[in-house]
């Protein structure tokens, strides 16, 4: 369990610097999916920036991904390494690690970043007016579409893990 915690809130940390350092650096129309829709549509004007910086993005972007799927392997991997442990053992790890990774996207990256500091707004200053801002319901239906699916990947990733 602490293991599961550790790596996940790794994770979470690459995450949030990544989120911090490339999105002013990405294409707006990368950043803005994630953002309500009003803000979408305003800030899809928005200039793009130069390719170099976006290249930049990218890559750390791809760190990120690397990071999180290092993390499932390594998660497999540790539990691999000890004795007697079992698939519910495999099951409950992953379940740690992606809840522990979804509690941190709700409350640190929307409701925190995106709705409570003007991180975003500060990129795409044509938004300040978006009543988006102030949504903090705006990301519900693919968070819980992502809760319920969750414990499904869980256990398809702890039966490789024991067939392994």
């Known amino acids: 369990m602490f293991t599961a915690l550790i790596t996940s809130l790794i994770v979470c940390i690459i995450e949030f ?57 390594f998660l497999g991997k540790d539990g691999l390494n000890k004795k007697n442990y079992g698939f519910w053992n495999f099951f409950f790890r992953y379940m740690i690690f992606f809840y522990f990774n979804k509690f941190y996207d709700i409350i640190v990256q929307d409701q925190w970043l995106v709705m409570s500091t003007n991180f975003f707004k500060n990129i795409y200053p044509e938004t300040i007016q978006c009543k988006g801002w102030k949504d903090r319901k705006f990301n519900n239906k693919n968070q819980i579409k992502r809760i319920i699916i969750f414990p499904f990947i869980c256990l398809l990733i702890s039966g490789i893990c024991v067939i392994l």
């Open 17 to 73: 610097l990544v989120i911090i350092i490339a999105s002013p650096l990405a294409k707006p129309k990368l950043v803005l999916k994630f953002l309500p829709e009003d803000i979408r549509i305003k800030g899809s004007k928005h200039p793009e920036p130069p390719l170099y910086k976006q290249m930049i993005a990218h890559f750390l972007l791809s760190i990120f991904l690397i990071s999180y799927l290092g993390a499932i392997i």
